[in-house]
């Protein structure tokens, strides 16, 4: 319930939301958390295992009972933390792990069972029988055991990565964090102050102190104005730095619509990296329960998020609060709440030296040994130095002390170190390279110590990086010492939990113990201790003192699990945004696309490229009546096609030919000027790289194409080569893919075409010619190759022309009783010849294998050439290319047996790269891959496709089956 | 005889402006690259000196009038907004006009949409008019350079629109956040 004149919401603004159906209201600047408090609510959750009612434990993103699901239309997002989420209005929702209503849970019958469900159960009982465990035990387990539920659907919503840089880097804006942004700011450094909270301002938005003898939160806003105004800082609220990396690296998850309706532009969350030169880690710290016999009820908290719902949210917890404690610090609550009106029915304090002076009762020595309520607290039972006691009490604000939240020193390797006096574990220096813990992150609890290193690690920081901070009057505030004596549990007849969010007690670690899992990480994976998304914020210091207890060792050298990123989770959308859909990598587009739409080409991707499939004419019902007529277009008339996405690569320089010779297996320094040549180039283990043409436009320079898909392969090896082997040789290159849009003219009409469009009518251009040429005044150049068999021509214009000249082209064309033809009769048309593709040099196949040893030049060295003189690379026990004929349609992929053989991997002959049917043949050809092949044809062999169901006869042939001599081509 | 009409890769595409950025894409004309051999700058300096320009250091620019020598790469810059000089046999040239598609962002915001494209920190005080760089934008390979008030992106001209879209995104995302 609100409790009136507390808080920093704002009492003016209504927000409505529902939770599991009911309509509440709450107000802006409550959390989900402190509405359902302020509501009434104590039961927001089922615990992981045993299924037990949960209320909400803590004000912050360590909570581990209410998590919760959000509801969005067709979405939904488990393990919300409601002490994070903000209420808005419209929000929605519900409580997650039970069957049945949260009330009223089946799986509840899971505590019944308690006894037998401690650790290491399920290993030990469903052993058998073993194929059980996947089919069935293992999926009942998961659907009782757990956490909320993803929604089926893909998530939808926008999501943003960015990248930040800075000076400093201050993670935390409470005492420390504040304070070390002024000084820094002040000295000039460019500074970001990432919060996790929706507001600045940390503990002292929660704890109702005096600072300068004013109310903090006076303090807290004149900083943060004083920081807004400054160009040179960045606030960053909402933001919760989750990972330190390499080289000042951080990652952070910012909730950027998480507050509020969705909206179709604005990111929900946004993953940043932000680099910084130097960072102060001003974290806080965190709170530790105290395990004692049923210390899970609700209503029972920690005595800080107590104090944070009264002060910040305004909201009492309970009408009778109890506290219990074994150290001074925890007392402030019970005076604030009872300065507040409430009631406060006793405190017990496990310490039986400690004062007893305050204005309620307190017990001293004190342990609670049994709690009542089946869904909220009622009562507790326990002992003290004088005697037993039992109290009527619905809220038990719980401390037992304070841990340093230090989790981001440890992502590097660092391991915290163990303060007896504090009895928690603090930073090691120097754990994180640039990175520095100050105030309650590195053990200063009180606000002065807070205030005074934050600043110390300020001006550090700032003479680091070479400025000065400006003198700086430290305000003044409360500098209580921190007392407390260990109280790690309390041992009872019944259960007592550590671990609230994996369901682990005091009783699971024992028995770990005796089970002989004494490590601490042996500890943790047979109990799941600090597994939960939690990752044992509030569990992991306790379950390891118990652990050294149980092993007869200390603390420090029982050690503590690794923590790891994320500091708190992330969703993978975020980590994954700009990743999704069509921005999971960039279209290219080519000039003559609109024109190839224009036509109704479907569109097929080609490495990044979008390329036409075929262009359909009316009456035409499947693609292949399409294909072939495009076909029969280049082999009696002419065709036009775009081939502008074959890799340009501009090579020049007095050691260019000769570098040609050593990437390439033939010869190029001796191609003579205005010629092209088809190369072949290897990897460096000997196997095929890539395939081309390579044109000489002058004495030191040359254009080399390369495949589609592996123009980026190349370039990236041509510039390896040159550095790595001819480092001093004189030459550059660049890619010019870009800027030449360039289509294939090919048919025995193919000259006549382009007269129609040359400037200059075409003379003497012998088949492998290469010239400039002028379209409409427009300097163009002219490549006499053909990748179909025909006549062919392919012609460059500048890009801008791209798309004016296709269109011209295809018009013309179709005058002449051709057209355009697209990828699937490109495709016919090179294995009609017999021509490869990275179907067949998939990166396993060799020169020999593919036929072309002898292009390998035994006048020369080239990269690759000893490689492929590798013993078992150059014989008949290699799979060769060879060509299939069949009467019947047969897919690629498909594998080859000698008849009479069994169908078997071992006694496979080879397998089919590449298939189509061949209108100019009128049967079924493809090219393979067949053990010594070469020496097979004429051979039949069985074809077997298991895919497909396909099982016949083929015809091993030469590949070559339109045209072997060549004539057409070189008409 | 064709007349043949030049078309840009965003022909068509007008400015996008919100929350006081602007995005839109500029037609740069002529652009040539200039890799100099080895040893041979300094000739390269000579003949570009009617121009107003010499071969910029790594990651700056020089610019002279309306030209523009932008560095790209070890022994590579573009020129632009000029006619190429007969360098001779100092220097591999290529036409290089068509190939890029350059879309020009300017305004308040210009680092804070670039923050959720490319890992360089783009503010002013860190990437100054003069400076250059090649990098990523998005998934994309790029050429960054900083003018007065503005920042200059060159992508393929085969990506134009996936550089469009992705800047576009960014400044859109931005700029919901602003009305949030």
């Not at chain 1, 402190?34 to 037990?52: D, T």
């Not at chain 1, 049923?294 to 009264?310: C, E, F, H, K, T």
């Not at chain 2, 907004?81 to 007969?86: C, H, I, L, Q, S």
């Amino acid at each position: 319930m609100r409790i009136a004149g507390k808080g920093l919401i704002d009492r003016d603004t209504q927000v409505s939301f529902r939770f599991n159906g009911t309509s509440y209201v709450g107000h802006r600047g409550d959390t989900l958390a402190s509405a359902l408090l302020a509501n009434g609510l104590r039961v927001v959750g089922r615990s992981f295992k045993y299924h037990r009612p949960r209320g909400v434990l803590t004000a912050g993103s360590e909570e581990p009972n209410a998590l919760v699901e959000i509801m969005e239309e067709g979405q939904q997002t488990p393990n919300t933390r409601a002490t994070v989420q903000e209420i808005f209005d419209g929000l929605e929702a519900r409580s997650q792990n039970h069957l049945g209503s949260l009330r009223w849970d089946l799986w509840s019958l899971n505590d019944l069972a308690a006894p037998f469900l401690s650790a290491g159960f399920y290993y030990k009982t469903f052993m058998w029988p073993r194929a059980f465990w996947e089919k069935l035990y293992e999926p009942a387990i998961r659907r009782a055991a757990g956490l909320g539920n993803l929604s089926p659907n893909a998530d939808t919503a926008p999501y943003e990565k960015a990248w930040a840089s800075c000076d400093l880097l201050v993670i935390g804006s409470g005492p420390t964090g504040l304070m070390a942004a002024l000084t820094s700011a002040r000295a000039g450094a460019d500074v970001i102050l990432a919060e996790e909270d929706f507001r600045m301002g940390g503990a002292l938005l929660s704890a109702d102190q005096v600072i300068d003898g004013q109310p903090a939160l006076v303090w807290v806003e004149a900083a943060l104005a004083e920081l807004d105004s400054l160009p040179n800082v960045r606030l960053m609220t909402r933001t919760t730095v989750t990972g330190a990396y390499d080289s000042g690296v951080f990652g952070a998850l910012e909730r950027v619509g998480l507050h509020r309706a969705p909206d179709a532009h604005l990111p929900r969350e946004c993953f940043w990296r932000i680099t910084a030169r130097r960072a102060i880690l001003a974290s806080g710290a965190m709170e530790r329960p105290i395990a004692f016999p049923l210390n899970d009820r609700p209503g029972i908290m920690m005595a800080s998020a107590v104090q944070s719902y009264l002060n910040r949210f305004g909201v009492a917890t309970g009408r009778r609060v109890t506290l219990y404690a074994n150290n001074d610090a925890a007392r402030v609550t019970a005076r604030q709440l009872m300065a507040a009106g409430v009631r406060v029915a006793a405190i017990l304090d496990s310490r039986p030296d400690a004062s007893a002076v305050e204005d309620c009762p307190v017990y001293l020595g004190a342990e609670v040994l049994e709690t009542h309520g089946r869904h909220g607290l009622r009562a507790i039972q326990g002992r003290h130095t004088g005697g037993e006691f039992r109290l009527d009490t619905d809220c038990l604000a719980m401390s037992g002390g304070w841990n340093p939240t230090l989790h981001l020193t440890c992502h590097m390797n660092g391991r915290p170190k163990w303060s007896a006096d504090l009895a928690a574990f603090v930073p090691s220096d120097g754990a994180v390279p640039g990175l520095v813990a100050a105030g309650a992150a590195n053990g200063s609890f009180s606000t002065h110590g807070a205030l005074s290193t934050g600043h110390a690690a300020a001006v550090q920081a700032m003479a680091d990086l070479g400025l000065t901070a400006p003198d700086l009057a430290l305000p003044t505030a409360e500098d209580a010492p921190y007392r407390l004596t260990p109280l790690w549990s309390v041992k009872g007849k019944h259960r007592a939990w550590l671990d609230f969010a994996n369901d682990v007690t005091t009783k699971d670690i024992t028995q770990a113990a005796q089970e002989g899992y004494t490590s601490v990480e042996h500890m943790k994976r047979y109990t799941t201790q600090g597994m939960a998304p939690d990752q044992g914020k509030n569990s992991n210091v306790a379950a390891l003192a118990l652990l050294a207890d149980a092993t007869g060792r200390g603390i420090p050298e029982t050690g503590t699990t690794t923590f790891r990123p994320p500091f708190t989770p992330i969703s993978i959308a975020a980590l994954g945004a700009g990743g999704r859909g069509k921005t999971f990598a960039p279209q290219r587009f080519m000039t003559s696309d609109q024109a190839s739409r224009d036509r109704g080409a479907p569109m097929i991707e080609a490495g990044l490229w979008y390329r036409p499939s075929y262009f359909p004419k009316h009456g035409e019902t499947h693609w292949r009546d399409s294909c072939n007529r495009e076909v029969s277009y280049v082999r009696n008339a002419v065709g036009v096609a775009d081939v502008s996405t074959l890799g340009k690569i501009d090579i020049q320089g007095r050691d260019a030919a000769r570098f040609l010779d050593l990437v390439y297996t033939n010869t190029f320094s001796t191609l003579p000027l205005n010629r092209v040549r088809y190369g072949l180039m290897l990897r460096e283990d000997g196997l095929v790289l890539d395939d081309g043409t390579t044109a000489r436009l002058g004495e030191n320079h040359y254009l080399m194409t390369t495949t589609t898909a592996a123009a980026g392969l190349v370039m990236r090896h041509l510039d390896f080569v040159h550095q790595t082997h001819a480092a001093d040789w004189d030459l550059r290159f660049i890619s010019v893919t870009e800027t030449w849009a360039q289509f294939a003219i090919a048919g025995p009409k193919a000259r006549a075409l382009l007269n129609s469009v040359l400037d200059q009518p075409l003379g003497d251009f012998p088949f492998m010619a290469v010239g400039p040429v002028t379209v409409g005044g427009v300097k163009a150049r002219l490549f006499r190759i053909s990748f179909s068999g025909e006549q062919g021509y392919e012609i460059a214009v500048p890009t801008r022309y791209g798309e004016a000249l296709f269109r011209d082209l295809v018009a013309r064309a179709e005058t002449m009783g051709g057209g355009p033809y697209g990828m699937e009769a490109l495709n016919v048309l090179r294995l009609e010849k017999g021509f490869i593709t990275h179907a067949e040099i998939h990166g396993r196949t060799g020169a020999f294998d593919i036929g072309m040893d002898k292009m390998v030049s035994a006048k020369k060295d080239c990269i690759g050439k000893r490689m492929a003189m590798r013993e078992g690379l150059n014989g008949p026990e290699r799979e060769q290319l060879v060509g299939l004929r069949c009467k019947t349609e047969f897919g690629s992929g498909a594998h080859l047996f000698t008849q009479g053989t069994r169908v078997h991997r071992e006694t496979g002959q080879g397998y089919v790269t590449s298939m189509c049917y061949s209108p100019t043949l009128g049967e079924w050809i493809g090219l393979a891959f067949v053990k010594n092949g070469r020496a097979r044809h004429g051979e039949d062999l069985r074809l077997v496709d298991h895919m497909r169901n396909t099982d016949c006869l083929v015809t091993v042939c030469n590949p070559v089956f339109f045209d072997p001599e060549g004539g057409k081509l070189r008409a | 005889m064709p007349e043949l009409i030049a078309k840009t890769a965003l022909d068509g595409q007008g400015a996008l402006t919100l929350i006081g950025t602007t995005l839109a894409p500029v037609d740069l004309g002529i652009i040539t690259s200039i890799a100099p051999f080895a040893g041979q700058v300094k000739a390269i300096d000579t003949a570009l000196k009617p121009l107003g320009l010499s071969f910029p250091p790594p990651n700056t620019t020089a610019a002279s009038g309306a030209a523009r020598l932008v560095w790209t790469g070890p022994d590579q810059a573009l020129l632009i907004g000029a006619d190429a000089p007969d360098l001779g046999t100092a220097a591999a040239t290529t036409d290089q006009s068509g190939g890029w598609s350059a879309l020009r962002l300017s305004g308040a915001r210009v680092a804070d949409v670039m923050a959720r494209l490319c890992p360089l920190d783009f503010r002013p005080s860190a990437f100054a008019p003069g400076q250059a760089a090649r990098a990523q934008l998005g998934h994309m390979n790029a050429v960054f350079w900083a003018e007065k008030d503005a920042l200059m992106i060159l992508t393929f001209r085969s990506m134009a629109q996936t550089a469009w879209d992705e800047c576009a995104h960014a400044l859109t995302a931005l700029a919901a956040r602003a009305g949030a």
